[in-house]
């Protein structure tokens, strides 16, 4: 079945830049996603890419996408106190009414 | 624009007692919706997912159920809670391929089980 793995911790200093990585199993996934959740609140959407593309940057956000190694990676360039939370990959193939998510990394932002 | 709602937001039970947590979704039609369980700040279960009125896959057993009686409603019950059942569940809800199949999640509900 699907697989999506990321490592569970990051810590980085305010400033750094931040590249938090995904591997994945299924290579008939045509979405992949990075949501953030902040403690005690839901999911929230941060971007997405179609598996056609190699790259998509959206203000501080950078998502690189090598689908031959099956690796998706999220950059935040100039990382904020505020961008501290867990961070989860997900990926989806063309009409599945589900998307597999790796269990999140837990990135910390120290001043 | 689109919207989802869920609640309560917080719940405590008593082990044995009922549960039921509600979901609507505002503002597109024909959504697909699911339930995912959340433990400890971890990675998402999927409980269930439904992609019409009446039609509910589950994705593991558990004491748990879900039903859907009208298209933009979701509904998650259990008839006795277990201490196991404590946990952050998020309602979340898809669309169509134009949107990306995004799934856009509620804020939660964080049940306690005692």
């Known amino acids: 079945g699907e697989d999506v793995e990321q490592s569970l911790f990051l810590s980085v200093r305010e400033g750094d830049s931040s590249v938090i990585n995904c591997t994945y199993t299924d290579s008939s996934s045509t979405y992949l996603y990075w949501y953030k959740q902040e403690p005690g609140a839901g999911l929230q959407l941060l971007t997405y890419i179609f598996s056609n593309m190699d790259m998509k940057q959206d203000q501080r956000l950078t998502v690189l996408l090598n689908k031959k190694d099956k690796h998706l990676s999220l950059r935040i360039a100039d990382t904020q106190t505020g961008d501290s939370a867990i961070y989860f990959c997900a990926e989806r193939y063309t009409n599945a009414g589900k998307s597999t998510f790796g269990d999140g990394t837990t990135l910390t932002v120290k001043p | 624009s689109q919207t989802i709602h869920q609640w309560p937001a917080t719940l405590v039970q008593p082990v044995g007692s009922p549960l039921s947590l509600e979901c609507t979704v505002e503002?597109?039609?024909?959504?697909?919706l699911y339930w995912y369980r959340q433990a400890a700040g971890r990675g998402l279960q999927l409980l269930f997912y439904?992609?019409?009125?009446?039609?509910i896959s589950s994705e593991v057993p558990q004491n748990l159920s879900a039903s859907r009686p009208q298209d933009r409603q979701f509904i998650l019950s259990s008839k006795k809670l277990l201490l196991s059942d404590s946990g952050f569940y998020l309602c979340a809800w898809s669309g169509d391929r134009a949107s990306g199949n995004t799934i856009y999640f509620g804020e939660g509900s964080w049940l306690t089980v005692v």
């Open positions: 439904s992609v019409g009125i009446g039609q």
């Open positions: 503002g597109t039609s024909n959504p697909n």
